[in-house]
């Protein structure tokens, strides 16, 4: 589980890293062919790498809860499952008690 989220992160990383290479190169292509300017390609590029990171931060914030939020379930089901448990023990070792107190040996 950790690893396909681990895996999954990993891939949102590298298409950003191709996003951030394509934007450039098209900046770039615009500035050669001047439809832009130099500094409307900068403004542009610093925008967008804005918008990535605040939408990055987004995500990451929603999958870090959903992450939690997974864990916690599993976790509380864990718990149930093991307080069941340690009743059944006492009430097994209170029975074994209770015999050994009817039969002496």
């Known amino acids: 589980m950790i690893d396909l989220i681990r895996k ?6 590298g ?3 191709l996003t ?3 934007v ?3 900046l770039n292509d615009l500035v050669e062919k001047g439809r832009i300017s130099a ?9 967008i790498a804005e918008e990535g990171k605040r939408e990055f931060e987004t995500v990451s914030k929603d999958m870090q809860k959903g992450v939690s939020d997974l864990l916690e379930q599993i976790g509380v089901g864990q718990k149930d499952r093991l307080a069941s448990l340690e009743k059944r023990l006492l009430a097994l070792e209170i029975e ?3 015999l050994a107190n009817k039969n002496p040996e």
């Open 8 to 13: 999954t992160i990993l891939a949102g990383v």
């Open 15 to 17: 298409a950003a890293v």
């Open 39 to 47: 500094d409307e390609a900068k403004a542009t590029a610093e925008k």
């Open 20 to 22: 951030k290479e394509k």
């Open 24 to 26: 450039e190169e098209s």
């Open 96 to 98: 074994v008690q209770n």
